[in-house]
C-alpha cells in the first residue's frame, strides 16, 4: 500500500528565505506527484504537477524535483514571502488512486 | 470564471441524521472527485466520476456513503445515519479530461461536517 510522508511537519522561516519541502513515497509505481497549497478553511490549489517521465517542473519562485527511483520529491521556495503561509501537500497517482502526504505547514515571519 | 463550488459550507448533524453535500465543478469538467479530509491530515480518496459514471467508489468508508452525479455536472455525495466519525471536510474536486489523476484537479472549498 502506497504510503507518502512529509517532513517537516511544520516550518517557520524569517521573510527572505529559501526553503525545502520534502515528500516521500514508499512505491515508486507512479503516474505522476502533484504540490498543492492549502489556505485555513480554503480548499487546494494545485502548484506543479510532475508526471513520472520528468524530473522537476518550475513555476515563479517555485521548483519541484522528482526523484522516482529513491520516492522522493522536494519544493523548493525561493525568497520566500509572508504570502507563502499555508500547509503544502504532496500527493501520488498510481492510476487509479491518489494518496496525499500529511502536510508541511509554512509560516513565513515578517 | 468560476471555480469548483459546495454547499454547504458548515454542516452539523446529529448522530444518525442523513445529510446530503453538493458540489459543482467546472463547467464541462468530464472527471469529478470526492475526498475526505481529517483535522490535521492529507485528504483521502472516497469516489471517482467521469461525466455520470462512477468508475471507482474503492474509497467510500462504508455502505451509508453514497454519491451520484445523474446528469455529469452536479454531483451528491449523501451520508446516511451519519456517526461522529464522519466528521471531517469534505473536498470535491474535478478535472478537465477523463483517467484517473492523470490532469490537474481543482479543488471546491470543502464542506466541513460536524457531527454530535
Known amino acids: 500500500k502506497q504510503e507518502v510522508t512529509q517532513i517537516p511537519a511544520a516550518l517557520s522561516v524569517p521573510e527572505g528565505e529559501n526553503l525545502v519541502l520534502n515528500c516521500s513515497f514508499t512505491d515508486s509505481a507512479i503516474y505522476n506527484l502533484q504540490w498543492f497549497r492549502q489556505d485555513p478553511g480554503k480548499g487546494l490549489t494545485s502548484l506543479l504537477l510532475i508526471q513520472s517521465s520528468q524530473r522537476e517542473q518550475t513555476s515563479g519562485r517555485l521548483n519541484a524535483s522528482l526523484d522516482k527511483s529513491s520516492g522522493r520529491s522536494t519544493l523548493y521556495i525561493a525568497a520566500s514571502q509572508p504570502g507563502d503561509s499555508a500547509t503544502y501537500l504532496c500527493a501520488v497517482s498510481e492510476g487509479q488512486n491518489f494518496v496525499f502526504g500529511p502536510g508541511t505547514r509554512l509560516s513565513v515571519l515578517p | 470564471g468560476a471555480g469548483v463550488s459546495q454547499s454547504p459550507r458548515y454542516k452539523v448533524a446529529k448522530r444518525g441524521q442523513d445529510v446530503a453535500l453538493r458540489c459543482d465543478p467546472i463547467s464541462g469538467h468530464v472527471s469529478l472527485f470526492w475526498y475526505q479530509q481529517a483535522l490535521g491530515q492529507g485528504p483521502e480518496f472516497l469516489t471517482y466520476f467521469q461525466n455520470e459514471a462512477q468508475l471507482d467508489k474503492s474509497g467510500l468508508p462504508s455502505d451509508r456513503f453514497f454519491a451520484e452525479r445523474p446528469e455529469g455536472s452536479v454531483s451528491t455525495l449523501k451520508i446516511q445515519r451519519t456517526q461522529q466519525e464522519d466528521s471531517a471536510v469534505y473536498l470535491c474536486?474535478?478535472?478537465?479530461?477523463?483517467?484517473?489523476?492523470?490532469?490537474?484537479?481543482?479543488f471546491g472549498p470543502g464542506t466541513r461536517l460536524t457531527v454530535l
Open positions: 474536486a474535478s478535472s478537465l479530461t477523463a483517467g484517473f489523476f492523470s490532469d490537474t484537479q481543482y
